[in-house]
């Protein structure tokens, strides 16, 4: 039977009363004291217009922003609407965070900012995508790939959009995989210290766990990627007919989406509320660790789930290497060219280069390139670059 915890009454009484005197506690990160790499005079914040809303129609008009739609969450080739794509993810863990940071009086804006572009640099074929195309560099170059790191990139230099230090930081530490049980803000005051960090985990894979948001809203919006994917993904598996919610246990915080997230909420609110920090208790996170640790078992490694990672790992070879040698050969009439670098090339964004992205590493470029695609854009590229060769993805229909 589901069941949906509540605030003590305590808790709720004094948050109703903060609400009502004016006394919510102050723990929002300050807009003033925003830091952009050019605090350029059209990007100063107005009376209407704030400087992270600034950074959310940055991101949501950021062409890449599009291709959220077509990218896999989890479940790849299926031609089922009622699954969820990263294009709801986002928004879904957007939701929470700002569920979470409005009660504790949070920045809203700068919460949306990090949630709307943390997976902006995310791979087709979702965590498979990102482990293949991670192995292509580090085998070519000894650099690493991380889909949050390069989230960054996408917004800091394919398009150089001026997004603020923190809401570019709240996105390279969001790491969902990598839960905690207390969050504390630990403080980056500069670019300079920034890239410091983002360079050391192209260099090291392990790194990026290491990262740590700057902000609370940043540390509100790391749980809640946890939390909107969680219990999103057993619905998904139930709509795929792969499971059903009994082939789960209730580790404690229940069993469908809708229990797992009030429960993981409540319990966020009621151990951080005035707080300096982001907490669950012990028996909600163990819980938490017990249901993403069922989910790896019951979906991520599931044959049926897994079942196309084989050939995709082959195809992500083949097209990186062609797109080398084209890259290395000069073909202009290469896709990496006429579909990458040209709409990369746009006036708007080439005029804000400190560098022509032309000139940028080749293996570089086509990470870029790849990472940039959608499921379907991969698959018939690679058809459109092997038109006979034995490797090819299937979809499964609506009616098979």
């Known amino acids: 039977m589901a069941y949906y915890e509540n605030l003590t009454k305590e808790t709720e009484e004094r948050i109703r009363l903060d609400l009502q005197t004016g006394n919510t506690p102050r723990l929002a990160f300050n807009e003033r004291n925003v830091i952009r790499r050019n605090p350029a005079t059209n990007d100063t914040a107005t009376v209407w217009r704030g400087a992270f809303v600034r950074d959310i129609d940055k991101i949501v008009n950021c062409p890449y922003y599009n291709r959220y739609t077509d990218k896999t969450q989890v479940f790849s080739l299926y031609k089922n609407d009622d699954i969820t794509r990263r294009a709801l993810h986002v928004q879904l863990v957007s939701r929470i965070a700002r569920t979470i940071g409005k009660t504790l009086g949070l920045n809203m804006d700068l919460i949306e ?9 995310h791979t087709p074929f979702g965590h498979a995508g990102e482990r293949f195309l991670d192995k292509q560099l580090a085998e070519h170059t000894g650099r690493r790939f991380a889909h949050n790191i390069h989230s960054v990139r996408v917004l800091d230099t394919l398009f150089p959009l001026n997004v603020s230090l923190q809401t570019l930081n709240g996105i390279a530490a969001h790491n969902g995989e990598l839960e905690l049980r207390e969050y504390r803000p630990v403080e980056l005051t500069s670019f300079a210290e920034f890239d410091v960090q983002i360079e050391r985990c192209y260099q090291d894979a392990e790194y990026v766990k290491k990262l740590v948001p700057s902000t609370l809203e940043g540390c509100v919006m790391r749980i809640s990627d946890i939390i909107a994917y969680l219990g999103k993904d057993r619905h998904d598996a139930e709509n795929n007919k792969l499971l059903s919610a009994d082939d789960f246990e209730d580790s404690g915080i229940g069993k469908i989406n809708a229990e797992i997230v009030n429960n993981l909420m409540v319990n966020i609110l009621e151990h951080s509320y005035g707080q300096p920090f982001i907490k669950m208790d012990e028996k909600h996170f163990t819980a938490l660790k017990k249901a993403k640790a069922d989910n790896y078992q019951t979906i991520y490694g599931n044959e049926q789930v897994k079942s196309y990672e084989s050939v995709l790992e082959i195809m992500t070879a083949e097209l990186y290497e062609k797109l080398l040698v084209d890259l290395k050969n ?15 090339n746009k006036p708007y964004y080439k005029q804000r280069r400190l560098i022509p992205y032309e000139e940028t590493e080749y293996n570089q470029i086509v990470v870029d390139y790849i990472a940039s695609m959608t499921d379907d854009y991969f698959v ?3 058809k459109y670059l092997f038109p006979d060769s034995k490797h090819r993805i299937v979809y499964k229909g609506y009616f098979d």
Do not use: E, Q, R, W
């Open 380 to 382: 018939d590229l690679h």
């Open 330 to 344: 000069g073909n202009t009439s290469s896709p990496v060219f006429t579909h990458h670098i040209a709409y990369l």
């Open 113 to 121: 900012a990090i949630a709307l572009g943390h997976d902006i640099g």
